[in-house]
């Protein structure tokens, strides 16, 4: 039996409990930021089995099941879906101190009621188990999501997506809020000039609107912000592995786009001054709009070039990067600032080296004006398991104000994963109760409490205003 993820698990004080099940446990979710299928949460995708909803594009699993020694075969390639699931439940109790041991077995049991362990021995009762419960409506994507209590999500969407599924969503109330996120990280991807000159087309379709200049380019982005807008979207998103700054305009912007629309690549530093122009552009746009832009910084793309090439990217072959990322951050949002245009800002960092860097960065440009106006974001990616969770409360408690954090994000592409909430919820409220029982923190469960459900909930729900 599951014996130790019980009501009480990872809380370790009689405070810690209080705050949880009295004001954390029973919030709705608002995860504004993963990377679901919007078309999955039009169709009210039914899943036929717990592979196609619980592995299928999950690299978390996939990088654990290559350590292990699992063959590809098993992982993205042509085996049958219960023995990927089979392979998955050999690996899991080797997984131990790893997040996916917590969160496989939290799935489990707030899904599908599940408490024993997963492994070789229980696989196939839990394959047959999960199975007839996606079988139901309880369990298909929309039924998925209202099990977990979640109020409202942003997708990640590309400038080009004509968001028709976000449209058929808006229109049925049987299904859960769904807003898009605007991410156009590939309208300034000019380093290969071959799949953007592709990509103009692309966006030249979408906004109906000719690219032939780089005013044009701009005019095109902001048709796509506005027709975005009206289909409710309120963010935008982007993952980079650092900003640019330039002091000064070493570069004509239009000659660089004239080289790229010709096919001549781009020097280092041209390509460098091309994103960092752009950037701006896009972040008066957003706040125009009063949109918040999240800046996602710090990982290093598609490491493996043989494994690359096979799988192709987003397949497990991502990691942490080690990018100088504060002058540049500060610059950017300076530009931004100088001319009262900076939008609510989220800044999320990979290296947890880089915490203290990214949490003083953001309280310089919090000018009252806003509660939060430019928050350090949530413990992201390889962070958001319990240490790095940890690491970054304690930053942004030591540097800002915890009180005024928009709190937790799933940033996954799994309709299960929402446990991941619960999981961030019951590590703040443990550590905030040993804060109590350490003596560092009044015992006043009301005023702490208050805290709590604005930091799982009610900040949120105040700073983006969907």
């Given at each position: 039996?599951?014996t130790f993820i019980t009501k009480d698990f990872l809380l370790q004080t009689t405070?810690?409990?209080?705050?949880?099940?009295?004001?954390?446990?029973?919030?709705?979710?608002?995860?504004?930021?993963?990377?679901?299928?919007?078309?999955?949460?039009?169709?009210?995708?039914?899943?036929?089995?717990?592979?196609?909803?619980?592995?299928?594009?999950?690299?978390?699993?996939?990088?654990?099941?290559?350590?292990?020694?699992?063959?590809?075969?098993?992982?993205?390639?042509?085996?049958?879906?219960?023995?990927?699931?089979?392979?998955?439940?050999?690996?899991?109790?080797?997984?131990?101190?790893?997040?996916?041991?917590?969160?496989?077995?939290?799935?489990?049991?707030?899904?599908?009621?599940?408490?024993?362990?997963?492994?070789?021995?229980?696989?196939?009762?839990?394959?047959?188990?999960?199975?007839?419960?996606?079988?139901?409506?309880?369990?298909?994507?929309?039924?998925?999501?209202?099990?977990?209590?979640?109020?409202?999500?942003?997708?990640?969407?590309?400038?080009?997506?004509?968001?028709?599924?976000?449209?058929?969503?808006?229109?049925?109330?049987?299904?859960?809020?769904?807003?898009?996120?605007?991410?156009?990280?590939?309208?300034?991807?000019?380093?290969?000039?071959?799949?953007?000159?592709?990509?103009?087309?692309?966006?030249?379709?979408?906004?109906?609107?000719?690219?032939?200049?780089?005013?044009?380019?701009?005019?095109?982005?902001?048709?796509?912000?506005?027709?975005?807008?009206?289909?409710?979207?309120?963010?935008?998103?982007?993952?980079?592995?650092?900003?640019?700054?330039?002091?000064?305009?070493?570069?004509?912007?239009?000659?660089?786009?004239?080289?790229?629309?010709?096919?001549?690549?781009?020097?280092?530093?041209?390509?460098?001054?091309?994103?960092?122009?752009?950037?701006?552009?896009?972040?008066?746009?957003?706040?125009?709009?009063?949109?918040?832009?999240?800046?996602?910084?710090?990982?290093?793309?598609?490491?493996?070039?043989?494994?690359?090439?096979?799988?192709?990217?987003?397949?497990?072959?991502?990691?942490?990067?080690?990018?100088?990322?504060?002058?540049?951050?500060?610059?950017?949002?300076?530009?931004?600032?100088?001319?009262?245009?900076?939008?609510?800002?989220?800044?999320?960092?990979?290296?947890?080296?880089?915490?203290?860097?990214?949490?003083?960065?953001?309280?310089?440009?919090?000018?009252?004006?806003?509660?939060?106006?430019?928050?350090?974001?949530?413990?992201?990616?390889?962070?958001?398991?319990?240490?790095?969770?940890?690491?970054?409360?304690?930053?942004?408690?030591?540097?800002?104000?915890?009180?005024?954090?928009?709190?937790?994000?799933?940033?996954?592409?799994?309709?299960?994963?929402?446990?991941?909430?619960?999981?961030?919820?019951?590590?703040?409220?443990?550590?905030?109760?040993?804060?109590?029982?350490?003596?560092?923190?009044?015992?006043?469960?009301?005023?702490?409490?208050?805290?709590?459900?604005?930091?799982?909930?009610?900040?949120?729900?105040?700073?983006?205003?969907?």
């Amino acid at each position: 039996m599951n014996t130790f993820i019980t009501k009480d698990f990872l809380l370790q004080t009689t405070i810690a409990k209080s705050l949880y099940h009295e004001y954390a446990k029973a919030l709705p979710i608002i995860d504004y930021h993963n990377h679901l299928s919007p078309k999955e949460i039009a169709e009210d995708r039914q899943f036929e089995n717990i592979t196609q909803v619980w592995l299928a594009g999950d690299h978390y699993k996939w990088r654990a099941m290559r350590a292990f020694g699992i063959n590809e075969k098993y992982i993205t390639g042509d085996a049958s879906d219960k023995d990927k699931f089979l392979k998955w439940a050999e690996v899991v109790p080797f997984t131990i101190r790893n997040p996916l041991y917590h969160w496989t077995h939290l799935e489990l049991s707030n899904y599908f009621g599940i408490t024993e362990l997963l492994s070789p021995k229980t696989a196939e009762s839990i394959w047959d188990k999960t199975g007839l419960l996606l079988k139901q409506k309880s369990h298909s994507a929309n039924g998925l999501l209202k099990l977990m209590n979640v109020e409202s999500l942003c997708t990640t969407d590309d400038p080009t997506d004509n968001l028709e599924h976000h449209k058929a969503i808006a229109k049925d109330h049987s299904k859960v809020k769904t807003l898009p996120t605007f991410r156009p990280d590939k309208a300034f991807a000019v380093e290969d000039v071959t799949s953007y000159n592709h990509y103009l087309g692309l966006l030249e379709t979408s906004s109906g609107k000719s690219i032939h200049n780089y005013q044009d380019l701009i005019t095109a982005l902001q048709s796509r912000v506005d027709y975005f807008h009206n289909v409710g979207g309120r963010l935008a998103d982007h993952g980079l592995e650092q900003l640019y700054h330039f002091n000064t305009k070493i570069f004509d912007i239009d000659q660089l786009f004239k080289k790229v629309k010709t096919n001549q690549a781009l020097l280092t530093e041209e390509v460098q001054f091309f994103k960092a122009e752009t950037m701006i552009h896009l972040g008066k746009m957003y706040h125009a709009k009063g949109w918040t832009q999240q800046l996602h910084l710090g990982a290093i793309r598609n490491n493996n070039k043989r494994l690359l090439s096979e799988l192709g990217p987003d397949t497990g072959f991502d990691s942490m990067g080690d990018f100088p990322q504060a002058k540049a951050l500060s610059g950017f949002l300076n530009t931004l600032d100088s001319t009262n245009q900076l939008a609510k800002t989220i800044v999320y960092n990979l290296n947890p080296s880089d915490n203290e860097v990214f949490a003083t960065m953001v309280g310089n440009f919090n000018d009252g004006t806003i509660k939060g106006k430019v928050q350090f974001g949530s413990a992201w990616w390889f962070l958001d398991q319990k240490d790095g969770m940890e690491k970054q409360i304690n930053t942004l408690s030591n540097q800002g104000l915890l009180s005024c954090f928009v709190g937790m994000l799933t940033d996954s592409r799994s309709f299960l994963s929402f446990p991941r909430h619960e999981y961030f919820r019951r590590i703040l409220c443990n550590l905030i109760g040993n804060d109590v029982a350490n003596g560092e923190l009044p015992n006043d469960s009301e005023h702490l409490g208050k805290i709590v459900s604005d930091i799982c909930y009610y900040n949120a729900k105040n700073y983006f205003d969907f």
